[in-house]
């Protein structure tokens, strides 16, 4: 088990935890992330540096509640890091949607002056907006609260009409989001790799949980680039529920809440 | 080199998947069997959507993979809408089921049977679920379940899958035979624990699980060794198969085929693959033509 070494308020109900360990990661990959008693879910790494890195939670279920009320000095189990990363091309646009941003944020670190979108519902919501204040930051806000009023998809089709010099978009966020980025991506002709999301038990590629079409999402991804994605018919419509049965995507959501 | 025949069923090679990894969805089934593998069998199903246990549900600490998933599974309803028919696949399917009680068992096997896997295998052993009556570990229970999935699986070979959680595997193993079985699984997992020292805890959320991978194959071999002496229906040797030896070691034992799961998590899905080439290149070593030739020589 991992001793965490610091506690960030990121935004309302949104904490990252530090630890002062060194963990072998690329940008992109997750830990799984064990509290005795409670759960255990996969959290991608938010912060990675020589020795230290974070992972950055949202309160939302019973796991995320109970790991949000944990402070400096508190350990939890830490597996890990597992998946793939990102391709790390410059010249690179990055959207996170909400806390998506957590599975972008060690990317952005690791770029060259990316131009970063960063969205969320509202002001409250939104994270890393001191963390990133010195980048070239677009922030849309649903409510118009801060930044830009709307969605990080439009901001994306304006940056790529302006910007020649874009070669690649890196996302993560809601598969709706997801789903509008791609699509804005192939009307711009500019590849796109994303960071997709099920429901996941072991991490490493045995329980069979995780899976979209023929691919593992845990060992295979969770960054799949668009020719991956355009072969892949569940996206953005069907997702598994932790018994395996297959459902919308909005049933998943419903119930994995 | 290896081609392989159990009961009716022609197999390119020994390898099988082992149910329980991966095997939960139609697509994976294909990626499988591309893989390398002789067959894949389903992660096991039974009469009702089950979410399974808490997690962590799996741990591995070397050559020890435990596990205590709970069963989970989208029920056979919702199975037999998703898969349609399992005949017409790149490789031969193995519907593994169960149920709760004895008359379930032959209303999940008739559905399974619907969806015409080239064999049905029945898991009375999974050691982290209360049955009420564990049948995997008394002769005229496990008589039962072996008669009631024949009745319903018309003229789909069974297997009938042991534990090594009892006194004597040989006795269970005569009794499945007797009762009508086409073929032996041996065998699931053994149950077992990891703590954790910093929590001071067990690992596994449901605390006792089970164990796979290479710590088991030593009583796997033991398990095939006995049942070998026991019975003439075919076995499928299952329990830390990792590398080619390790099948070449359960098949002179005795197995016919062997089964394949958590050597997955050691050396990825390519691991049917690679296993066959090695007991390949073994046997090219060895001047030996056919598994025939080796199949329980381990015996006097
Ligand atoms: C994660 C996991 C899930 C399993 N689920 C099932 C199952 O649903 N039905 C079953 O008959 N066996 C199940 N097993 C047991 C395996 O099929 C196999 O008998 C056992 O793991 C020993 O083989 P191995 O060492 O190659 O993994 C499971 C094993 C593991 C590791």
């Known amino acids: 088990m991992m001793e965490i070494g610091r506690v960030v308020q990121e935004a309302r109900g949104i904490k990252s935890f530090f630890f002062k360990n060194y963990i072998n990661c690329k940008p992109g990959q997750f830990v799984m992330v064990w509290l005795p008693g409670v759960d255990e879910k996969p959290m991608a790494v938010s912060y990675w540096k020589k020795n230290e890195f974070a992972f950055t939670s949202s309160a939302i279920g019973n796991f995320t509640k109970a790991l949000n009320m944990l402070k400096k000095g508190d350990k939890v189990g830490i597996r890990g890091p597992y998946g793939n990363s990102f391709s790390l091309k410059q010249n690179a646009c990055v959207v996170g949607g909400g806390v998506g941003m957590a599975s972008v944020s060690a990317l952005i670190d690791a770029l060259k002056n990316p131009v970063v979108i960063n969205g969320a519902r509202s002001k409250e919501h939104l994270i890393y907006r001191k963390r990133y204040k010195n980048k070239n930051m677009i922030v849309t806000t649903d409510d118009g609260s801060y930044g830009r009023k709307g969605f990080t998809t439009a901001a994306l089709d304006e940056v790529l009409l302006k910007n020649k010099t874009i070669r690649i978009v890196y996302v993560c966020g809601p598969e709706i989001m997801i789903k509008n980025v791609l699509e804005i991506c192939n009307k711009h002709r500019i590849e796109c790799e994303a960071s997709l999301e099920r429901y996941m038990s072991c991490g490493f590629g045995i329980c069979g949980k995780c899976m979209i079409n023929d691919r593992i999402l845990c060992i295979d991804g969770p960054i799949f680039n668009s020719r991956q994605i355009s072969k892949l018919s569940e996206f953005g419509k069907f997702a598994r529920l932790k018994s395996g049965k297959k459902v919308t995507i909005k049933e998943y959501h419903s119930v994995n809440a | ?300």
Not at chain 2, 205 to 234: D, H, M, Q, W
């Open chain 2, 1 to 300: 080199m290896l081609q392989t025949k159990l009961c009716n069923i022609k197999l390119k090679n020994p390898t099988i998947l082992a149910s329980g990894i991966l095997g939960v969805t139609k697509e994976s089934i294909g990626r499988i069997g591309k893989s390398g593998a002789g067959a894949v069998t389903l992660k096991s199903l039974c009469h009702e959507e089950r979410l399974g246990n808490a997690n962590p549900a799996m741990f591995s600490d070397d050559g020890a993979f435990l596990n205590a998933v709970g069963l989970p599974g989208q029920g056979i309803d919702s199975a037999v809408k998703e898969f349609q028919r399992l005949d017409n696949l790149s490789v031969p399917v193995i519907g593994s089921i169960y149920g709760y009680r004895i008359k379930q068992f032959g209303i999940v096997a008739k559905k399974m049977a619907s969806l015409k896997p080239s064999m049905i295998e029945v898991d009375i052993s999974c050691p982290h679920l209360d049955y009420g009556k564990p049948y995997y570990a008394d002769t005229q229970l496990t008589a039962e379940v072996t008669k009631v999935v024949k009745k319903n699986a018309g003229r789909i070979p069974v297997s009938i899958k042991l534990s090594p959680n009892v006194y004597d595997i040989k006795e269970i193993a005569h009794a499945a035979e007797k009762a009508g079985a086409d073929a032996i699984t041996a065998i699931n997992t053994a149950t077992a624990m990891a703590i954790d020292v910093d929590a001071r805890k067990p690992v596994l959320a449901n605390k006792i699980g089970g164990l796979s991978g290479p710590a088991l194959k030593p009583i796997a071999l033991r398990c095939v060794y006995e049942i070998y002496e026991t019975v003439k229906i075919p076995i499928i040797g299952t329990g830390g198969v990792t590398y080619g030896k390790d099948a070449l070691e359960m098949i002179m034992a005795g197995s016919t085929c062997v089964g394949i799961g958590s050597g997955i998590y050691y050396r990825g899905i390519g691991i049917f693959k690679k296993v066959c080439d090695e007991m390949e290149a073994w046997m090219r070593k060895n001047k030996v033509k056919s598994l025939k030739e080796i199949r329980g020589c381990a015996h006097d």
